[in-house]
């Protein structure tokens, strides 16, 4: 339990970091492209365009930070297959805090009170789902589950995509989201994985919960690039929190056997949906700003 503990924090941590250091990146290359840092090169539809997310993903900045989500994925990884994924995964969307205050220093974000009331929401909530989680349910190994996640996160991705070329520049919350819900089917889909223990590769690579764990990882990752680049870090970064913790949560509680202590399952949905309306709240916040602030400097 503590081991599984810890190595979602360091994922909270690696994950928190990593988005204001892409989030630096993105809009470094960004102001390289058009020479503001404001206006994001577009296509004709509205969305970023392929060039200026490739170009974000390779400035140093941005490096440093995929270098951190490796850390953080590891500790995601180890997380998920030893504690209940509702407490795993609102442990790691705790990175919203440590996003915020390094946004401050490193972004020059302002972070007003109603921001600091939603972080201290989610972290009392979190607080709350440590005290009153309960153990990690056996799982399931029925092909079908596996099948599902897998096809579910082609179609997801592909809606996301064509959501991107829908909404253009307004996409930012809903790519953010939709990466945390890629995010949140790589989770379930690390902790019913076969072939781990003991070690199969064989039957590790015929899973088809292991090229789950590829496509929702890559396409989320892509899609909360573009999120970085169209909006703010902290909105981006907290719509990303709601899909990750949601899915993970709820699939782990119903089809994986996750449990909360006796009699505190009443508690812990409170603690649970009082992170993820912390959460959503900044997520609301963060995209007004950023859509003030652009209407002023245009």
């Given at each position: 339990?503590?081991?599984?503990?810890?190595?979602?924090?360091?994922?909270?941590?690696?994950?928190?970091?990593?988005?204001?250091?892409?989030?630096?990146?993105?809009?470094?290359?960004?102001?390289?492209?058009?020479?503001?840092?404001?206006?994001?090169?577009?296509?004709?539809?509205?969305?970023?365009?392929?060039?200026?997310?490739?170009?974000?993903?390779?400035?140093?900045?941005?490096?440093?930070?995929?270098?951190?989500?490796?850390?953080?994925?590891?500790?995601?990884?180890?997380?998920?297959?030893?504690?209940?994924?509702?407490?795993?995964?609102?442990?790691?969307?705790?990175?919203?805090?440590?996003?915020?205050?390094?946004?401050?220093?490193?972004?020059?974000?302002?972070?007003?009170?109603?921001?600091?009331?939603?972080?201290?929401?989610?972290?009392?909530?979190?607080?709350?789902?440590?005290?009153?989680?309960?153990?990690?349910?056996?799982?399931?190994?029925?092909?079908?589950?596996?099948?599902?996640?897998?096809?579910?996160?082609?179609?997801?991705?592909?809606?996301?995509?064509?959501?991107?070329?829908?909404?253009?520049?307004?996409a930012a919350v809903a790519a953010g989201l939709i990466a945390g819900v890629l995010y949140g089917s790589m989770a379930v889909a690390v902790r019913v994985l076969d072939g781990i223990d003991p070690l199969r590769l064989d039957i590790l690579l015929a899973d088809p919960a292991s090229w789950t764990i590829a496509i929702a990882g890559l396409g989320g990752f892509y899609l909360f690039t573009v999120a970085l680049q169209l909006g703010s870090v902290n909105g981006a970064a907290a719509a990303l929190v709601v899909g990750e913790t949601v899915v993970p949560g709820t699939i782990g509680v119903v089809l994986l056997g996750d449990t909360a202590q006796h009699g505190m399952s009443w508690l812990v949905a409170v603690a649970f949906f009082g992170a993820v309306a912390g959460a959503v709240a900044v997520a609301i916040a963060g995209a007004a700003d950023h859509t003030a602030k652009l209407r002023t400097s245009s």
């Open positions: 339990m503590l081991i599984g503990v810890a190595a979602a924090l360091l994922a909270c941590v690696g994950y928190g970091a990593a988005s204001v250091l892409q989030a630096y990146g993105a809009r470094g290359s960004t102001a390289a492209a058009s020479g503001r840092s404001e206006v994001v090169p577009v296509t004709a539809t509205g969305g970023p365009t392929l060039r200026s997310t490739i170009g974000a993903a390779l400035t140093p900045a941005f490096i440093a930070g995929m270098a951190l989500d490796v850390i953080g994925f590891a500790g995601s990884i180890v997380s998920a297959r030893l504690i209940p994924l509702f407490l795993s995964q609102t442990i790691i969307s705790a990175n919203l805090v440590v996003t915020a205050v390094l946004g401050v220093a490193v972004l020059g974000v302002r972070l007003h009170g109603r921001d600091w009331v939603a972080i201290g929401t989610v972290v009392v909530s979190l607080c709350v789902l440590g005290l009153t989680a309960g153990h990690r349910g056996a799982g399931t190994s029925d092909p079908g589950v596996h099948w599902g996640l897998l096809s579910a996160s082609v179609v997801i991705l592909a809606g996301g995509v064509g959501l991107i070329r829908l909404l253009g520049a307004r």
